[in-house]
C-alpha cells in the first residue's frame, strides 16, 4: 500500500520536473544564503574564541594595576620573592599595513609549557626566541603580512590565532616602548604558605578573576546579527519560492489525494507518505543549498574579515573550516523552512473532504474573507511594531520590530494590489481593456507569493540603501572634522619622540600630542585620551551636545567629553557625571559623534591625562602644517629619524581608509542585498512559468475571439511589468520607513550611534529600473512561450468532450 | 453480501438539515446487479457512497460481507474500500501522473492483491494494451473510462459501484464499456450497484431501485 501511495505521489514530479527544480532551487537558494551566514558567523567566532584566550591553558586569575596604567617590573620580582607564582605578560598593539599586530610578550621560564599556544613550547624556549633579536611566534597568514616589516623574524606556527605575535617579554617590551613595564602578572598557582597578602607587598594591584575573554564577541555581535538578519530576509524571500511551488504542486494534486483516499489510502498514511516526500527533497535541496552556501561564505569572507579587522580590530580566518554542526544546522533549517512552507498545505490535506468536487480550484483563489484576514493579521503586526517602537526592547526587540513591519507591509500588499487594479479598471475603455484588467486580477492570487518576495527584496534594498548612503553623507563630513589634523607621527621610543618634538617644532603650526589608554569604563572595555588644549579642537571636534565654554572647562581639568556610544549606553549627557580612574568623579562637558567606534571612549585635557597616568608613554602627534608641506615634511622625517612609513600617516591617507573600512562594512550587506533581490527575481519567474501552464483555459477563448497570440504575450508581459511597477510603489515607503528604523532604532542598539536621515530619489529610480528590468526578464521566457504556442494546443482547451 | 436497513442522511442546509436518504432498505446478492434510478436530488449518489465507506450514514445500518459499516472509523472504513470494494467514478479520477498501465494495477497493489497476468488479461480485455504507456490525459474519454474500470477490477472486489458510469461518454462508447464492465464483472462473481439516469442502462441490471425524495418507492 505504502509503495503504490509513494508512487502516485512521486509520479507528480516525475512528469513536472520544472516543478521539481523549482521547488529545489527555491529551498536550496534559501538554505545557501542563511547557512552561508551562518558559515561566517561561525568561523568569525571560532576566530575570536581562539584570540580570546591569548593564553591557551586554562582560564587564569591575574593581577592588574587598579588605575589601569602598567606594573613595574620590581613589582613583579618584589612578589616573585614573596612567594607568589606570578608570570609577567606585556601586550600592545603595533601598526601594521592592514591592520595592528597585537603583540604579547611572555616570560617562557616562568609561564607553565601549556599556556602557550599548542606547539610552541620549543619554539618559546629556544636561544632565538630569548635573545637580544628575538623572534615573533605568529600564524602563517600574519606571517606573510610582516614580510618587510621592521620586526624580528617570524616562525609561522598553525596554533597561532592570527593577527596574534608572541614574543619574549624583553623583546615585546621593546618593541612597544615600555621597557621596564608589565601589563599584567597571571597567577599560576596558588601563593606559597605564609606568603604575604597582595595588598602588602603590591596595594596598587588587584586580583582579577579568569575572564572568558569575550569583549571582542560582545563587540562584534551587533555586526553578526545584522548579518544574521539579512541571512534570515534572504532565507525568508527564498521560502516564497518553496511555498509557492509547495502549494502548486499540493493544488494540483489535490484530485488525485481525494482519489487515493476513495480507494482506500488512510489519512494518516496520505500525510505520512506527503511528510516523507517533503522532507526527502528537503535533504536533498538543503544538501545542496549548504554546498552552494559553502560557496557563498568562500566569497564573502575575504570582506567580512576585512571588516571585522578595520572595525573592531578583530582577527578573522580568511578561510573557512569544515564544521559538522554548520552542515547539520543548514540541512535541518531546510526542512524547517519546508515544514514551514508545507504547514498550510498539511493541514488543508488532513482537512480535505472525501466527497468534494474533485476539479482544482482556481489556485490560491483569493477570496474576500482570506484578504480581511490578510488585512487584520498585518494590522495586528503594525501594532506589535507600534508598541515595540515605544517601548525600550533592545537590539532583538529592534529587529523583532524590523520583521514585524515587513511581513505586515508582505500581507498588505494584495490587498493593496487589488484595490489598486479595481482603481485602474475604472479607466479602460473598451471590451479588450476591460479583459485585461479582470484577467490581471484573477491572476493575482497565483503572483501573490512571487510580488510580496518582490516588495520585500525591493524594500530592503531602499531600506538599506538610504541607510548606507545617510551614514556615507555623515561619516564623510564626520572624517573631515575629525581628522583635521594634516599629519599623524608615531615614534618609536620617548626618547625618539622628544627628539621630534624638537624638530618638528619650528617646521609646524601645531603639534597635538595623542595619548591614550585602554581601560575599562563601567563594564565594558573602553580608552581615555588626553588632548591639548587647541584652536583644531575647538573649531572642528564634531559635538553633538556641548554644556557652556566646553573646551575651557576640558583644559582646566574640570570637565571631560564622552563620545556618543558612552552617552548613549550610560546616558552621560552634559550635566552628568563619570568615575574615572583616581576616584575622578569627572562632569561631562559635551559628547562627541564617533562612528566606526565599538568602544567608549572620554577625552580629557592633557594636564588631567597624565595626573591619572603618569607611565602613559606619549608616542603619537597630530601635526598641523601648512597645506603642500606635507610630503616634504614625511620625507624629511624619514631622512632625519629614519622613521618607517608606517608611523606616519597623512590625513588623505586615514581618510581614505577609513572610508574603504567603511564601504567594506557594507560589502557584505550590500552582497546580500543583490543576491536577495536575485532570489525575488527567480521568485516571479518561477510563478510566472509555472502559472503559463495552467493559464490556457483563460486565454484560449479570447485568442479563439480575434486575439493573435504574439498580442497576448505582450499583455502578459505588460502585467507582469505593471505588476513589479505596483509592487515598487509600495515598497518604497516600506523601504523608506526601514530605513529609519535602521537609523533611528538598530544602529542606535547595534553601535550606540543616531544617524540623520537623508533621502536619495536617484537611487530609487536605478531600483526601479532594475526590478521591473528583473520583471521583464523574468515574463520573457513564458510569453515567448505563448506567442509560439501550436492552435492545436490552444484547440485542445475546448476539446473537452475527450 | 450487502444487506442496507433503514439508512438515513441529511445534510446541513442553509434553512437547517436537509435530509436526503429517509430510510432506505436494500438487499444485493454475490453476482447480482442493481441500478439505482431517479431524478437528480433523489440520494442515489449519497446512498452509493454510504454503501461504499465514503460516507458515514446517520441512522440504520449497513453491513457488507458481515461487516457492519456503520460504526467504523476512517482508518477501518478505507480498509474496507481497499479489500472489498470498487468505484467507478462518473470523472473517471485516474492519476493523471502515472500511465495506464501503473493505474490499472493500482487498487490491486494498494490492497496487496497485484496480479500481474490477470491485470494484463483486463487490459486485454479493455482493449487498452496498446495504450498501456500512455498516461490518462493521452486517452479518449472512453478510453479513460475502461481504464477506471480495469482498476476496479483488478483489485477483485466483492462490490462494484459505479456512479454513472457511461454519462461522460458519448452513447456508442457507453454501451460499449457497459458491455465490457457487466461481462467483466459476471467473470469475477462480483456484485455491482450502479447509478444512473439512463434507461438503457437500467434496463440491462438484473433489478432496478427507484429512488424519491430519499425514500425508495419501487423495486
Same mark, same amino acid.
Given at each position: 500500500?505504502?509503495?503504490?501511495?509513494?508512487?502516485?505521489?512521486?509520479s507528480?514530479?516525475?512528469?513536472?520536473p520544472?516543478?521539481?527544480?523549482?521547488?529545489?532551487?527555491?529551498?536550496?537558494t534559501?538554505?545557501?544564503?542563511?547557512?552561508?551566514?551562518q558559515?561566517i558567523?561561525?568561523?568569525a567566532r571560532?576566530s575570536?574564541?581562539?584570540?580570546?584566550?591569548?593564553?591557551?591553558?586554562?582560564?587564569?586569575a591575574?593581577?592588574?594595576p587598579r588605575?589601569?596604567?602598567?606594573i613595574?617590573?620590581?613589582?613583579?620580582?618584589?612578589?616573585?620573592?614573596?612567594?607568589w607564582?606570578?608570570? #609577567?605578560?606585556?601586550?600592545?598593539?603595533?601598526?601594521?599595513p592592514?591592520?595592528?599586530?597585537?603583540?604579547?610578550?611572555?616570560?617562557?621560564?616562568?609561564?607553565?609549557?601549556?599556556?602557550l599556544?599548542q606547539g610552541?613550547?620549543d619554539?618559546?624556549?629556544?636561544?632565538d626566541?630569548?635573545?637580544?633579536?628575538?623572534?615573533?611566534?605568529?600564524?602563517?597568514e600574519?606571517?606573510?603580512?610582516l614580510?618587510?616589516?621592521?620586526?624580528?623574524?617570524?616562525?609561522p606556527?598553525?596554533?597561532?590565532?592570527?593577527g596574534?605575535?608572541?614574543?619574549d617579554?624583553?623583546v615585546?617590551?621593546?618593541?612597544?616602548?615600555l621597557?621596564?613595564?608589565?601589563?599584567?602578572l597571571?597567577?599560576?598557582?596558588?601563593?606559597a604558605?605564609?606568603a /604575604?597578602p597582595l595588598?602588602?607587598? =603590591? #596595594?596598587?594591584?588587584?586580583r582579577?578573576?579568569?575572564?572568558?575573554?569575550?569583549?571582542?564577541?560582545?563587540?562584534?555581535d551587533?555586526?553578526?546579527?545584522?548579518?544574521?538578519?539579512?541571512?534570515?530576509?534572504?532565507? =525568508?524571500?527564498?521560502?516564497?519560492i518553496?511555498r509557492?511551488?509547495?502549494?502548486?504542486?499540493?493544488?494540483?494534486?489535490r484530485?488525485?489525494?481525494?482519489?487515493?483516499?476513495a480507494?482506500g489510502?488512510?489519512r494518516?498514511?496520505?500525510?505520512?507518505?506527503l511528510?516523507a516526500?517533503l522532507?526527502?527533497?528537503?535533504?536533498? =535541496?538543503?544538501?545542496?543549498?549548504?554546498?552552494?552556501?559553502?560557496?557563498?561564505?568562500?566569497?564573502?569572507l575575504p570582506?567580512v574579515?576585512a571588516?571585522?579587522r578595520?572595525?573592531y580590530?578583530a582577527?578573522?580566518q580568511?578561510?573557512?573550516?569544515?564544521?559538522?554542526?554548520?552542515?547539520?544546522?543548514?540541512?535541518?533549517?531546510a526542512?524547517?523552512?519546508?515544514?514551514?512552507?508545507a504547514a498550510?498545505s498539511l493541514w488543508?490535506?488532513?482537512r480535505?473532504?472525501?466527497?468534494?468536487?474533485?476539479q482544482?480550484?482556481?489556485w490560491?483563489?483569493a477570496s474576500?474573507a482570506a484578504l480581511?484576514?490578510?488585512?487584520a493579521?498585518?494590522m495586528?503586526?503594525?501594532?506589535?511594531a507600534?508598541?515595540l517602537?515605544?517601548?525600550?526592547?533592545?537590539?532583538?526587540?529592534?529587529?523583532?520590530?524590523?520583521?514585524?513591519?515587513?511581513?505586515?507591509?508582505?500581507?498588505?500588499l494584495?490587498p493593496?494590489?487589488?484595490?489598486?487594479?479595481?482603481?485602474l479598471?475604472?479607466?479602460s475603455?473598451?471590451?479588450?481593456g476591460?479583459?485585461f484588467?479582470a484577467d490581471t486580477?484573477?491572476?493575482?492570487p497565483?503572483l501573490?507569493l512571487?510580488?510580496?518576495?518582490?516588495?520585500l527584496?525591493?524594500a530592503?534594498?531602499i531600506?538599506?540603501?538610504?541607510?548606507?548612503?545617510?551614514?556615507?553623507?555623515?561619516f564623510?563630513?564626520?572624517?573631515d572634522?575629525?581628522l583635521?589634523s594634516e599629519?599623524?607621527?608615531t615614534?618609536?621610543t620617548?626618547?625618539q619622540?622628544?627628539?621630534?618634538?624638537?624638530f618638528?617644532a619650528?617646521?609646524?603650526?601645531?603639534?597635538l600630542p595623542i595619548?591614550s589608554?585602554?581601560?575599562?569604563?563601567?563594564? =565594558?572595555?573602553?580608552e581615555?585620551?588626553?588632548?591639548a588644549?587647541? /584652536?583644531?579642537?575647538r573649531?572642528?571636534?564634531?559635538?553633538?551636545?556641548a554644556?557652556?565654554?566646553?573646551w575651557?572647562?576640558?583644559a582646566?581639568?574640570?570637565?571631560?567629553?564622552?563620545?556618543?556610544q558612552?552617552?548613549?549606553?550610560d546616558g552621560?549627557?552634559?550635566g552628568?557625571r563619570?568615575?574615572?580612574p583616581?576616584d575622578?568623579?569627572? #562632569?561631562?562637558?559635551?559628547?562627541?559623534?564617533?562612528?566606526?567606534? /565599538?568602544?567608549?571612549?572620554?577625552?580629557v585635557?592633557?594636564?588631567s591625562?597624565?595626573?591619572?597616568?603618569?607611565?602613559?608613554?606619549?608616542?603619537?602627534?597630530?601635526?598641523?602644517?601648512?597645506e603642500?608641506?606635507?610630503?616634504g615634511?614625511?620625507?624629511?622625517?624619514?631622512?632625519?629619524?629614519?622613521? /618607517?612609513?608606517?608611523?606616519?600617516?597623512?590625513q588623505?591617507s586615514?581618510?581614505?581608509?577609513?572610508?574603504?573600512?567603511?564601504?567594506r562594512?557594507?560589502?557584505v550587506?550590500?552582497a546580500?542585498?543583490?543576491?536577495?533581490?536575485?532570489?525575488?527575481?527567480?521568485a516571479?519567474l518561477t510563478?510566472?512559468?509555472?502559472?503559463?501552464?495552467m493559464?490556457?483555459?483563460?486565454l484560449?477563448?479570447?485568442?479563439?475571439?480575434?486575439?493573435t497570440?504574439r498580442?497576448?504575450?505582450?499583455?502578459e508581459l505588460?502585467r507582469?511589468?505593471l505588476?513589479a511597477f505596483?509592487?515598487?510603489?509600495?515598497?518604497?515607503?516600506?523601504?523608506l520607513?526601514?530605513?529609519?528604523?535602521?537609523?533611528?532604532?538598530?544602529?542606535?542598539?547595534a553601535?550606540?550611534w543616531?544617524? #540623520?536621515m537623508?533621502?536619495?530619489p536617484?537611487?530609487?529610480?536605478?531600483?526601479?529600473g532594475?526590478?521591473?528590468l528583473?520583471?521583464?526578464?523574468?515574463s520573457?521566457p513564458?510569453a515567448?512561450?505563448l506567442s509560439?504556442i501550436?492552435?492545436?494546443?490552444?484547440l485542445?482547451?475546448?476539446?473537452?468532450?475527450r | 453480501?450487502?444487506?442496507?436497513?433503514?439508512?438515513?442522511?441529511?445534510?446541513?442546509?442553509?434553512d437547517?438539515p436537509?435530509?436526503?436518504?429517509?430510510?432506505?432498505?436494500?438487499?444485493?446478492?454475490?453476482? @447480482?446487479?442493481?441500478?439505482?434510478?431517479? @431524478?437528480s436530488?433523489?440520494?442515489?449518489?449519497?446512498?452509493?457512497?454510504?454503501?461504499?465507506?465514503?460516507d458515514?450514514?446517520?441512522g440504520g445500518r449497513?453491513v457488507?460481507e458481515g461487516?457492519d459499516?456503520t460504526?467504523?472509523?476512517?482508518? @477501518?472504513?478505507?480498509?474496507?474500500?481497499?479489500?472489498?470494494?470498487?468505484?467507478?467514478?462518473?470523472?473517471?479520477?485516474?492519476?493523471?501522473?502515472?500511465?495506464?498501465?501503473?493505474?490499472?494495477?493500482?487498487?490491486?497493489?494498494?490492497?496487496?492483491?497485484?496480479?500481474?497476468?490477470?491485470?494484463?488479461?483486463?487490459?486485454?480485455?479493455?482493449g487498452?494494451t496498446p495504450?498501456l504507456?500512455?498516461?490518462?490525459?493521452?486517452?479518449?474519454?472512453?478510453?479513460?473510462?475502461?481504464?477506471?474500470?480495469?482498476?476496479t477490477l483488478?483489485?477483485?472486489?466483492r462490490l462494484?459501484?459505479?456512479?454513472e458510469?457511461?454519462?461522460?461518454?458519448?452513447e456508442?462508447?457507453?454501451?460499449?464499456?457497459?458491455a465490457?464492465m457487466?461481462?467483466?464483472?459476471?467473470e469475477?462473481g462480483?456484485a455491482?450497484?450502479?447509478?444512473?439516469?439512463s434507461?438503457?442502462?437500467?434496463?440491462?441490471?438484473?433489478?432496478?431501485?427507484?429512488? @424519491?425524495?430519499?425514500?425508495?418507492?419501487a423495486?
Amino acid at each position: 500500500m505504502i509503495g503504490a501511495g509513494l508512487q502516485a505521489l512521486l509520479s507528480h514530479w516525475m512528469r513536472r520536473p520544472f516543478q521539481l527544480l523549482t521547488l529545489m532551487l527555491g529551498l536550496a537558494t534559501a538554505t545557501a544564503l542563511w547557512s552561508g551566514v551562518q558559515a561566517i558567523n561561525a568561523e568569525a567566532r571560532a576566530s575570536y574564541d581562539r584570540a580570546a584566550g591569548v593564553l591557551a591553558g586554562p582560564p587564569r586569575a591575574t593581577l592588574l594595576p587598579r588605575d589601569g596604567d602598567t606594573i613595574a617590573q620590581d613589582t613583579y620580582l618584589a612578589l616573585r620573592r614573596a612567594g607568589w607564582p606570578v608570570s #609577567p605578560l606585556i601586550e600592545g598593539r603595533l601598526p601594521l599595513p592592514g591592520g595592528a599586530l597585537r603583540l604579547v610578550g611572555v616570560d617562557p621560564f616562568t609561564l607553565p609549557r601549556d599556556d602557550l599556544p599548542q606547539g610552541t613550547g620549543d619554539a618559546a624556549t629556544g636561544q632565538d626566541f630569548i635573545g637580544s633579536e628575538g623572534r615573533l611566534l605568529v600564524a602563517p597568514e600574519t606571517a606573510e603580512r610582516l614580510d618587510g616589516a621592521d620586526l624580528p623574524p617570524a616562525i609561522p606556527l598553525e596554533s597561532v590565532a592570527p593577527g596574534i605575535a608572541y614574543a619574549d617579554i624583553g623583546v615585546a617590551q621593546r618593541l612597544l616602548g615600555l621597557d621596564g613595564r608589565i601589563s599584567r602578572l597571571v597567577l599560576t598557582g596558588k601563593p606559597a604558605l605564609g606568603a /604575604p597578602p597582595l595588598d602588602r607587598i =603590591a #596595594p596598587e594591584l588587584e586580583r582579577r578573576a579568569p575572564e572568558s575573554g569575550a569583549d571582542i564577541a560582545a563587540l562584534t555581535d551587533s555586526f553578526h546579527l545584522n548579518l544574521t538578519a539579512f541571512g534570515l530576509l534572504s532565507f =525568508a524571500v527564498g521560502l516564497f519560492i518553496v511555498r509557492g511551488a509547495v502549494g502548486l504542486a499540493f493544488e494540483q494534486r489535490r484530485p488525485v489525494f481525494r482519489t487515493l483516499r476513495a480507494l482506500g489510502l488512510t489519512r494518516g498514511i496520505l500525510l505520512a507518505l506527503l511528510m516523507a516526500e517533503l522532507t526527502v527533497l528537503a535533504l536533498i =535541496a538543503g544538501a545542496i543549498g549548504v554546498a552552494l552556501g559553502w560557496l557563498v561564505a568562500t566569497m564573502l569572507l575575504p570582506d567580512v574579515a576585512a571588516t571585522l579587522r578595520g572595525l573592531y580590530g578583530a582577527e578573522v580566518q580568511g578561510t573557512l573550516t569544515l564544521r559538522p554542526s554548520w552542515w547539520a544546522t543548514g540541512i535541518g533549517i531546510a526542512v524547517a523552512g519546508t515544514a514551514l512552507s508545507a504547514a498550510g498545505s498539511l493541514w488543508q490535506v488532513a482537512r480535505l473532504p472525501l466527497l468534494a468536487p474533485a476539479q482544482p480550484r482556481a489556485w490560491a483563489r483569493a477570496s474576500v474573507a482570506a484578504l480581511r484576514w490578510q488585512v487584520a493579521a498585518a494590522m495586528a503586526l503594525v501594532a506589535v511594531a507600534i508598541a515595540l517602537a515605544l517601548t525600550p526592547s533592545g537590539l532583538v526587540g529592534g529587529f523583532v520590530l524590523l520583521g514585524a513591519l515587513l511581513v505586515a507591509a508582505a500581507l498588505l500588499l494584495p490587498p493593496l494590489l487589488h484595490a489598486a487594479l479595481a482603481g485602474l479598471a475604472r479607466f479602460s475603455r473598451g471590451p479588450m481593456g476591460e479583459w485585461f484588467w479582470a484577467d490581471t486580477r484573477q491572476q493575482l492570487p497565483g503572483l501573490s507569493l512571487a510580488l510580496m518576495a518582490l516588495l520585500l527584496a525591493l524594500a530592503a534594498n531602499i531600506g538599506v540603501g538610504t541607510m548606507v548612503s545617510s551614514f556615507r553623507l555623515t561619516f564623510t563630513g564626520w572624517l573631515d572634522q575629525r581628522l583635521a589634523s594634516e599629519l599623524y607621527v608615531t615614534a618609536k621610543t620617548e626618547a625618539q619622540a622628544a627628539d621630534l618634538l624638537a624638530f618638528l617644532a619650528p617646521r609646524t603650526t601645531a603639534i597635538l600630542p595623542i595619548k591614550s589608554v585602554d581601560i575599562r569604563i563601567g563594564d =565594558a572595555p573602553g580608552e581615555i585620551y588626553g588632548v591639548a588644549d587647541d /584652536p583644531t579642537y575647538r573649531d572642528n571636534w564634531p559635538l553633538i551636545a556641548a554644556g557652556p565654554d566646553v573646551w575651557d572647562r576640558v583644559a582646566a581639568g574640570q570637565a571631560v567629553l564622552v563620545n556618543e556610544q558612552l552617552a548613549r549606553r550610560d546616558g552621560l549627557w552634559p550635566g552628568s557625571r563619570v568615575t574615572l580612574p583616581g576616584d575622578w568623579d569627572a #562632569p561631562v562637558a559635551g559628547v562627541y559623534s564617533d562612528y566606526g567606534n /565599538p568602544l567608549a571612549q572620554v577625552l580629557v585635557g592633557l594636564a588631567s591625562f597624565d595626573r591619572m597616568f603618569p607611565q602613559a608613554p606619549e608616542l603619537r602627534f597630530g601635526l598641523r602644517v601648512p597645506e603642500g608641506a606635507v610630503a616634504g615634511l614625511r620625507q624629511a622625517l624619514i631622512d632625519e629619524f629614519g622613521l /618607517p612609513p608606517d608611523n606616519m600617516v597623512d590625513q588623505a591617507s586615514l581618510k581614505q581608509f577609513s572610508l574603504d573600512v567603511f564601504e567594506r562594512t557594507f560589502t557584505v550587506t550590500a552582497a546580500l542585498n543583490v543576491l536577495t533581490l536575485s532570489v525575488a527575481g527567480l521568485a516571479i519567474l518561477t510563478s510566472l512559468l509555472t502559472l503559463a501552464t495552467m493559464r490556457l483555459p483563460q486565454l484560449a477563448p479570447v485568442w479563439a475571439l480575434g486575439l493573435t497570440r504574439r498580442r497576448l504575450a505582450l499583455l502578459e508581459l505588460l502585467r507582469a511589468l505593471l505588476l513589479a511597477f505596483l509592487t515598487l510603489i509600495v515598497a518604497l515607503p516600506v523601504g523608506l520607513l526601514l530605513a529609519f528604523v535602521l537609523l533611528a532604532v538598530i544602529n542606535v542598539q547595534a553601535f550606540g550611534w543616531r544617524l #540623520p536621515m537623508h533621502v536619495f530619489p536617484s537611487d530609487w529610480i536605478w531600483l526601479g529600473g532594475l526590478s521591473l528590468l528583473a520583471a521583464a526578464l523574468a515574463s520573457l521566457p513564458p510569453a515567448l512561450q505563448l506567442s509560439r504556442i501550436p492552435p492545436s494546443r490552444l484547440l485542445g482547451v475546448f476539446a473537452n468532450e475527450r | 453480501m450487502l444487506n442496507v436497513v433503514d439508512v438515513t442522511k441529511s445534510y446541513p442546509g442553509a434553512d437547517g438539515p436537509v435530509a436526503v436518504l429517509r430510510g432506505v432498505s436494500l438487499t444485493l446478492m454475490a453476482g @447480482e446487479t442493481l441500478a439505482l434510478t431517479g @431524478e437528480s436530488g433523489s440520494g442515489k449518489s449519497t446512498l452509493l457512497h454510504l454503501v461504499g465507506g465514503l460516507d458515514t450514514a446517520d441512522g440504520g445500518r449497513i453491513v457488507l460481507e458481515g461487516t457492519d459499516l456503520t460504526p467504523l472509523g476512517d482508518g @477501518e472504513r478505507a480498509r474496507i474500500r481497499r479489500t472489498l470494494v470498487g468505484v467507478v467514478f462518473q470523472q473517471f479520477n485516474l492519476i493523471p501522473s502515472l500511465n495506464v498501465a501503473a493505474n490499472i494495477s493500482f487498487q490491486a497493489r494498494l490492497a496487496g492483491v497485484s496480479d500481474r497476468d490477470w491485470n494484463a488479461a483486463l487490459a486485454d480485455r479493455l482493449g487498452l494494451t496498446p495504450h498501456l504507456a500512455k498516461y490518462p490525459e493521452q486517452l479518449s474519454g472512453g478510453q479513460q473510462q475502461r481504464v477506471a474500470i480495469g482498476r476496479t477490477l483488478a483489485a477483485r472486489p466483492r462490490l462494484v459501484l459505479a456512479d454513472e458510469p457511461t454519462g461522460n461518454l458519448d452513447e456508442k462508447s457507453g454501451a460499449a464499456v457497459l458491455a465490457l464492465m457487466l461481462d467483466l464483472v459476471a467473470e469475477t462473481g462480483a456484485a455491482l450497484l450502479t447509478v444512473t439516469h439512463s434507461q438503457r442502462l437500467a434496463s440491462r441490471m438484473d433489478r432496478r431501485l427507484l429512488l @424519491e425524495d430519499g425514500k425508495a418507492v419501487a423495486r
